[in-house]
C-alpha cells in the first residue's frame, strides 16, 4: 500500500496563479513530512519540513493529522518554480518514503 | 556545504555484468540511502544504512546489494545486470531523523 500519494502527475498553472500541490500519508505514528524539489538538471534538495513551519520561496505546507494530509501551497505561482515536486514521509526506523512526484509547469 | 559525490554520471553496461556505484558523503552522517528514480514511479528506496556494516533493505531490494564498510561510503552492488535495472540512482545521507542531502545522480543503462 502507498504510503505516501500525490494524486497529480502533472499541474499546469498559470503565473501570478494560485498553487497547491497535493499530498497524503498513511503513518500510524507521528509523522514527519518533507517536500524536496527537484529543478531541472540539478539535484533533488529540500523544500521545506513539517516541524520548521516556515515558509521557503513562498511555499508553505501544513501537516492536517485528520486528514492525513500535507498540502504544498504557494499563493501567487512564479515561472521559476516549474520543477518536480516530491512529498516524502520519514518512518519511525529512519526510513524515508517519497510519493511519486508532480510535475509542476508554470504558464507564461 | 554538504556534499554528497556519486563515481559516475552516466554508466553502460551490458546484461549481466556487475555493476559498482559508488556514493561518499563528507558530512560524518550516520544514514545513507540509495534510491531509484523512474518517471511515473517516483523514488523508490533500494536499501538504507544507518551505521558502518549496519543495512536495512529498502521496498525493492530484490537484484542489488549494498556494502557500507567505512561511514562516508555506501556501495550500491547489481550482481548480475538486468535490463529492466536502467534507471537513475539517486545516492543521499543525513544525520538521524534529519532532512536528506541528494547527490547528483547516475544514470545507469543496461543493454
Known amino acids: 500500500a502507498q504510503r505516501v500519494t500525490q494524486p497529480e502527475k502533472l499541474l499546469s498553472v498559470f503565473k501570478g496563479a494560485p498553487v497547491e500541490l497535493k499530498c497524503n500519508y498513511s503513518y500510524s505514528g507521528s509523522p514527519e513530512l518533507f517536500w524536496y524539489v527537484q529543478y531541472s538538471r540539478q539535484r533533488l534538495q529540500l523544500l521545506l519540513r513539517h516541524i520548521s513551519r516556515e515558509s521557503i520561496k513562498g511555499f508553505t505546507a501544513d501537516l492536517n493529522k485528520g486528514e492525513t494530509s500535507f498540502h504544498l501551497k504557494k499563493p501567487f505561482a512564479q515561472e521559476e518554480d516549474s520543477a518536480m515536486y516530491y512529498c516524502a514521509l520519514s518512518e519511525r526506523d529512519d526510513k524515508i518514503i517519497f510519493g511519486k512526484g508532480t510535475r509542476l509547469h508554470i504558464l507564461p | 556545504d554538504v556534499k554528497v559525490t556519486q563515481s559516475s554520471r552516466y554508466l553502460v553496461k551490458r546484461t549481466g555484468e556487475k555493476v559498482f556505484l559508488e556514493c561518499v558523503q563528507d558530512?560524518?552522517?550516520?544514514?545513507m540511502f540509495w534510491y531509484r528514480q523512474d518517471p511515473g514511479l517516483g523514488l523508490r528506496l533500494i536499501y538504507f544504512s544507518y551505521d558502518v556494516k549496519m543495512k536495512e533493505k529498502g521496498d525493492i531490494p530484490e537484484g542489488y546489494s549494498v556494502s557500507r564498510e567505512k561511514k562516508e561510503r555506501f556501495s550500491l552492488i547489481l550482481e548480475s545486470a538486468s535490463t529492466n535495472q536502467t534507471s537513475m540512482y539517486l545516492c543521499?545521507?543525513?544525520?538521524?531523523?534529519?532532512?536528506?542531502?541528494f547527490g547528483p545522480g547516475t544514470r545507469l543503462t543496461v543493454l
Open positions: 543521499a545521507s543525513s544525520f538521524p531523523r534529519d532532512y536528506l542531502y
Open positions: 558530512m560524518d552522517h550516520e544514514n
